[in-house]
T-cell receptor, first 115, second 115 residues
Framework: GAVVSQHPSWVICKSGTSVKIECRSL??????MFWYRQFPKQSLMLMAT?????????EQGVEKDKFLINHASLTLSTLTVTSAHPEDSSFYIC???????????FGPGTRLTVT | AQKVTQAQTEISVVEKEDVTLDCVYE???????LFWYKQPPSGELVFLIR??????QNEISGRYSWNFQKSTSSFNFTITASQVVDSAVYFC????????????FGTGTKLQVIP
C-alpha cells in the first residue's frame, strides 16, 4: 500500500528555536498534503492544506507566519515551526492525497517537545 | 461545516466481549467519505475503513464490522470477541469527496480491553 513517511519521528528543541518536519509520499505523487496537530488526549485538528507549487491554505486560528509550509515537489511537504514555544509541543501528523486516486494516506507523526 | 460526534469518551470491556463504537456525523454534502482509524499508544494512525456515502452496504472484515445508516447519519463500528490488542483510541472521521479532501475527526473513543 501507499506509504507516507515523516522525519523526524520525534524532536526536542529549546524555546525560541525553529524546527522543520518533513512529510514524504514514498510511492505515489501527492498534489495535496495536509498537516494536522494533536494535543495529548485530544483529537486531530487540521492546520493547513499544502498544495504543490502554491501557497498553503491555513485553517482559522492557525498562524501562517509561525507554521511555515512548503510543498516544493509532488512527494515532499515541510512544516517549519518558527520560534517554537512550549505550547507548540504536540503531535504533528501529515497526510498525502494521491493525485491519481484521491485517496489519502497518513504519516506516522512527529512528536515535538519544546523545552 | 461538517461535524463528527463520538459520544463515548471511554469504554472498558472484558476480553471476548463484543463492543460497538458509535459515530454520528453532520453534513450538508450529498457525497462524502466516512472513515474509522485506530490510534494505538504509539500514535500512528491505522486505517480501518473508508466508506463512500453512496454505499450503505454494511461491511465485515474479520472481527470488525461497520453499520452505515444514512437515514440516521451514523457509522457505527463493532468489534466482535474483543482482544487486548484492540485497546486503542478509535477515531471516526469525515471528508468531502471533492478535490481537497480535508478530514474532520471525531473526538475519539478510548477502548480498553481488560484481560
Amino acid at each position: 500500500g501507499a506509504v507516507v513517511s515523516q522525519h523526524p519521528s520525534w524532536v526536542i528543541c529549546k524555546s525560541g528555536t525553529s524546527v522543520k518536519i518533513e512529510c514524504r509520499s514514498l510511492d505515489f505523487q501527492a498534489t495535496t498534503m495536509f498537516w494536522y496537530r494533536q494535543f495529548p488526549k485530544q483529537s486531530l485538528m487540521l492546520m493547513a492544506t499544502s498544495n504543490e507549487g502554491s501557497k498553503a491554505t491555513y485553517e482559522q486560528g492557525v498562524e501562517k507566519d509561525k507554521f511555515l509550509i512548503n510543498h516544493a515537489s509532488l512527494t515532499l511537504s515541510t512544516l517549519t515551526v518558527t520560534s517554537a514555544h512550549p505550547e507548540d509541543s504536540s503531535f504533528y501528523i501529515c497526510s498525502a492525497q494521491d493525485r491519481g486516486s484521491y485517496e489519502q494516506y497518513f504519516g506516522p507523526g512527529t512528536r515535538l517537545t519544546v523545552t | 461545516a461538517q461535524k463528527v460526534t463520538q459520544a463515548q469518551t471511554e469504554i472498558s470491556v472484558v476480553e471476548k466481549e463484543d463492543v460497538t463504537l458509535d459515530c454520528v456525523y453532520e453534513t450538508r454534502d450529498t457525497t462524502y467519505y466516512l472513515f474509522w482509524y485506530k490510534q494505538p499508544p504509539s500514535g500512528e494512525l491505522v486505517f480501518l475503513i473508508r466508506r463512500n456515502s453512496f454505499d450503505e452496504q454494511n461491511e465485515i472484515s474479520g472481527r470488525y464490522s461497520w453499520n452505515f445508516q444514512k437515514s440516521t447519519s451514523s457509522f457505527n463500528f463493532t468489534i466482535t470477541a474483543s482482544q487486548v490488542v484492540d485497546s486503542a483510541v478509535y477515531f471516526c472521521a469525515f471528508s468531502n469527496s471533492g478535490g481537497y479532501q480535508k478530514v474532520t475527526f471525531g473526538t475519539g473513543t478510548k477502548l480498553q480491553v481488560i484481560p
